[in-house]
């Protein structure tokens, strides 16, 4: 059994418990007459003194909800968690055990070990890395068919979804504003073998029954793109409600207003969890080896059918990659996307490195 069954499996057993718990609250209270109204809003929360175990579904700044049954209980760290590195400290999606307190803010305890971890480097392009969301199965990536899409971009967020231990789903949107969607489909499927992808409209309900395949019970989806691309309109389509506040784009640009400002996760009704996140400007790589080495996966197998290990793909001969472009076999556009990808991220790795090892020689000499 995976690690995220077992702790699935875990919330189920309280959940019994708590459950079984309620209805002897229940038969105490109606034999003292209490009306219904008066126990509803406590009956469901956990002991006070105990240990619980929730969901993070929003995160802003030092305030954080755990979702624990159907409820949203506000938290705060434990001073523990102050000092740790930021991998360490809880985002959404993340499984933690925490101490119930019904007059204010529960106190977050630890936290799970993730089942995925999705991460980018931060926008200031510093080689810092900024934790997003954990425990996700299926990363969405948003992209609208119109002055949005970008095949650079979608294949950076694949290799992000792939490094953090997700399944990368591209969803194509606005289908109803684009002539022949099917060709940016066909193209987006080129930038990886087995990507999955799809052409929706979710406002004139076009292409939503193709997606119905991911949206299963106990799965958690985290939808990711540019503002404005429709990550929210989406989610309220397959809700049947609006679940998030949407907005129209700039006219002049067809740029989203980022109306969705932080990350945030919902339950529907059959128990499929969604995380919304708001747009990203910019999709940097940085610590993302393995993200980029599975979406370019076939080229690494030609590399390595290259004459000489240490074949640049220039002038030498026997040379796999060279013959793949001639054959047509490889795009020589895909062959540049990969290596840009791939010296982008050593660099930023670089980078990364040289601001942490400054960071331990400061701390050494006290002045961190
Ligand atoms: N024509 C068309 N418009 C759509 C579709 N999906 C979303 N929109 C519109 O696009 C605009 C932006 O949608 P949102 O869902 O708010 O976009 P978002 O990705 O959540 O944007 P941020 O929250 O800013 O990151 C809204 O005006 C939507 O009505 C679609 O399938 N077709
Ligand atoms: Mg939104």
């Not at 034999?31 to 003194?49: C, D, G, L, R, V």
């Not at 089942?115 to 299926?138: C, E, H, I, W």
């Not at 591209?170 to 990507?195: F, H, M």
């Amino acid at each position: 059994m995976n690690k995220d069954k077992i702790i699935r499996k875990e919330i189920k057993e309280q959940i019994k418990e708590e459950i079984t718990e309620e209805i002897k609250k229940e038969t105490k209270e109606k034999s003292q007459e209490k009306t219904q109204e008066e126990t509803t809003n406590t009956e469901q929360m956990p002991a006070q003194h105990g240990e619980s175990l929730g969901r993070i579904s929003e995160v802003q700044k030092d305030s954080f909800k755990i979702r624990f049954l159907d409820r949203e209980i506000p938290a705060k760290l434990k001073g523990s968690f102050y000092g740790k590195d930021a991998k360490d400290l809880p985002v959404v999606g993340d499984y933690v055990t925490f101490a119930y307190n019904p007059a204010g803010d529960s106190l977050i305890l630890s936290v799970r070990e993730r089942s995925s971890f999705l991460q980018r480097p931060d926008q200031a392009k510093t080689g810092v890395m900024q934790y997003m969301v954990a425990n996700v199965d299926y990363t969405f990536i948003v992209t609208a068919l119109n002055g949005d899409y970008s095949y650079n971009r979608i294949a950076r967020y694949v290799s992000i979804a792939l490094e953090g231990g997700s399944v990368p789903v591209v969803v194509l949107t606005k289908s109803d504003l684009c002539t022949n969607p099917g060709r940016y489909v066909r193209e987006v499927e080129g930038i990886s073998e087995n990507l999955r992808v799809h052409a929706i409209s979710a406002i004139y309900d076009i292409g939503m029954d193709e997606l119905k395949s991911y949206f299963v019970p106990g799965k958690t989806i985290c939808l990711m793109g540019s503002s404005g691309a429709g990550k929210s309109t989406l989610i309220n389509t397959v809700a049947g409600r609006e679940v998030m506040k949407t907005a129209g784009i700039r006219e002049d640009d067809s740029k989203g207003r980022h109306t969705t400002t932080y990350r945030q996760m919902i339950t529907l009704d059959n128990g499929v969890c969604i995380i919304d996140t708001p747009g990203m400007r910019e999709v940097g790589m940085a610590g993302n080896d393995k993200g980029i080495g599975e979406t370019f996966s076939d080229i690494l197998e030609l590399e390595s059918r290259c004459r000489f290990s240490d074949c640049r793909h220039e002038t030498e001969p026997g040379c796999a990659i060279k013959a793949a472009i001639a054959d047509g076999t490889l795009s020589r556009e895909r062959y540049e996307l990969y290596k840009s990808l791939g010296s982008e991220n050593e660099r930023n790795y670089a980078k990364k490195k040289a601001i942490s090892k400054w960071v331990k020689q400061r701390k050494k000499e006290g002045l961190l």
